[in-house]
């Protein structure tokens, strides 16, 4: 599938997913992050070491017709010692800048490339940071899956966020270059939240932009959101990328987003971040 040339086929949201910890929870991790950023890393450190983290998967679906899913991202979950569900929002702010955050990382690429290969034909998102393309465990486990599936890279998209890609551009845009040949795309997450430089994002090549949630919310409405995600929609068609709206909640945003030119839509009105998706969804509705 190639994002570049259309090959793509024709809510705020809640505080909390099915599964996922409620605050006011007693769970081992709410007692531990009310208590020390430290007690919090242990907390993340035991869920690594015992593999207790999960991707949780979001369908992504076409504006022109919302039967038809594009692709699913993964989000990053940790399942605390009583089997709570805990958002990555809970730890990552803590762990994204040490080595943890990176070991993070490596985790959600193993989960995004297991779900790969259990489901192929499938296509997933799975965030990292640019700070992890010289990490070596998350470059090596990257490369030797490509060397033993070569195939499998077709399937995944690594979405990196755009605060992140902009302040390590001479790492990054080498990286792009050199997996894009085994078929990875490239989302730039948050578009227009972060510091762009519209220089860089035409030496980047990003194949998919995702529209930062917070320009959603209300958009059918004639307020400044309306100006921002028609100015991304130019800019997106400009430098050749595929732009995705997250956190869509109401048939009018996506309405009014379908008409602006939006390509996919993510967000609760169309399924929320599951553990065990059905991904048979995947290949309904369509001809391939």
């Known amino acids: 599938m190639n994002f570049r040339h259309g090959a793509f086929p024709e809510p705020a949201q809640p505080e909390t997913d099915p599964g996922v910890a409620s605050p006011d929870e007693a769970s081992p991790f709410a007692v531990a992050a009310s208590r020390s950023e430290g007690a919090v890393l242990r907390m993340v450190r035991e869920a690594l070491d015992l593999r207790r983290m999960r991707l949780a998967f979001q369908p992504a679906v076409y504006a022109a017709d919302p039967s038809i899913i594009g692709f699913y991202e993964g989000y990053m979950r940790l399942l605390d010692p009583k089997g709570l569900t805990i958002p990555a929002r809970e730890f990552m702010t803590i762990a994204e800048t040490r080595e943890l955050g990176r070991e993070i990382d490596v985790a959600a690429l193993r989960l995004g490339l297991a779900a790969l290969r259990r489901n192929p034909g499938?296509?997933?998102a799975v965030n990292m940071s640019a700070r992890s393309v010289g990490y070596r465990?998350?470059?090596?486990l990257l490369r030797r899956t490509l060397k033993e599936e070569p195939?499998?890279?077709?399937?995944?998209?690594l979405e990196i966020n755009e605060a992140s890609a902009m302040q390590m551009p001479d790492v990054l845009i080498p990286f792009m270059e050199e997996f894009r040949s085994s078929g990875i795309a490239f989302t730039l997450d948050d578009f227009g939240d972060g510091p762009t430089s519209l220089g860089l994002l035409g030496a980047f090549g990003f194949d998919i932009a995702k529209l930062d949630g917070r320009f959603i919310r209300g958009c059918e409405h004639d307020n400044p959101n309306q100006?921002?995600?028609?100015a991304a929609v130019a800019l997106a068609r400009e430098f050749g990328m595929f732009l995705v709206a997250e956190a869509v909640e109401t048939a009018a945003e996506a309405g009014w987003l379908r008409d602006q030119g939006v390509g996919c839509l993510q967000g609760y009105l169309f399924g929320r971040p599951?553990?065990?998706?059905?991904f048979s969804q995947f290949r309904r509705n369509r001809s391939v």
């Open 122 to 124: 499938i296509r997933i």
């Open 137 to 140: 465990p998350w470059a090596q």
């Open 151 to 157: 195939l499998i890279g077709r399937g995944l998209i």
């Open 227 to 230: 100006r921002i995600v028609r």
């Open 274 to 278: 599951e553990l065990e998706p059905d």
